[in-house]
């Protein structure tokens, strides 16, 4: 079967770094994204990557490896804003998304 | 702001109703997919049509069914509705980014179903 797996839930402090990891096992493979959802709302595309190795975008940073069936997601200096779920999608052989349940992440002054 | 818009925001409904949901996507965004989302869990996959026509099925039932229009608009339909539809149904447009080749899903805010 498919599945992909994520913390339910992290708890981080403001100004700090946090790491989300997410492993993925899908019929074949076309690339993992990640998405951003805040409570009430819908998700919003933060990174994609298709290829082994660090995508840097601003404060946020995705890392993929292929062999592992592994990806995380960086979450520097953080913001109290970055309160949000982080959902982990991966696109199998057929290009359909299969979702993670999402990681719900708390930031604390 | 995406570019989606689902109607209504919420709606409640009782068990073995049919609903409409409906969605209006972004002109020349060929593929809609529809999610289902439970409460803290990640979207599931109905369906996805590209013009206007089904492009892919997920593990749901015939009572859930779609409609694709050509003003990129399009449709959810959900006969006999059980208390297990409950949940936040989301309307995603994709398109396929140049340059890149990455292609990203624009969702819309979603439409809140509760069947008592």
């Known amino acids: 079967g498919q599945n992909i797996d994520q913390p339910t839930e992290m708890t981080a402090t403001e100004g700090a770094i946090v790491q989300i990891n997410c492993t993925y096992q899908?019929?074949?493979?076309?690339?993992l994204f990640w998405y951003q959802q805040h409570a009430g709302e819908a998700p919003t595309f933060l990174s994609y990557?298709?290829l082994d190795g660090l995508e840097e975008k601003g404060r946020f940073s995705s890392f993929l490896s292929r062999s592992k069936g592994y990806s995380y997601l960086l979450l520097k200096e953080l913001q109290m804003k970055d309160s949000a779920s982080y959902l982990c999608?991966?696109?199998?052989?057929?290009?359909?998304?299969?979702w993670g349940a999402g990681t719900k992440l708390i930031i604390k002054p | 702001e995406t570019g989606v818009t689902q109607s209504p925001t919420h709606l409640i409904k009782t068990r073995g109703q049919q609903v409409t949901l409906r969605c209006s996507s972004q002109s020349g965004h060929n593929t809609v997919s529809w999610y289902q989302q439970a409460l803290g869990q990640g979207p599931q996959f109905i369906f996805q049509y590209y013009r206007e026509e089904e492009n892919g099925r997920g593990n749901f039932p015939p009572r859930f069914s779609g409609l694709q229009f050509p003003n990129y608009s399009s449709e959810l339909n959900v006969n006999a509705l059980e208390l297990d539809d409950s949940a936040l149904y989301l309307c995603a447009s994709s398109l396929v980014e140049s340059g890149t080749g990455v292609e990203k899903l624009f969702f819309g805010s979603g439409t809140q179903l509760s069947v008592l």
């Open positions: 999608a991966a696109l199998d052989s057929n290009y359909q998304l299969i």
């Open positions: 990557n298709v």
């Open positions: 899908t019929s074949g493979f076309n690339g």
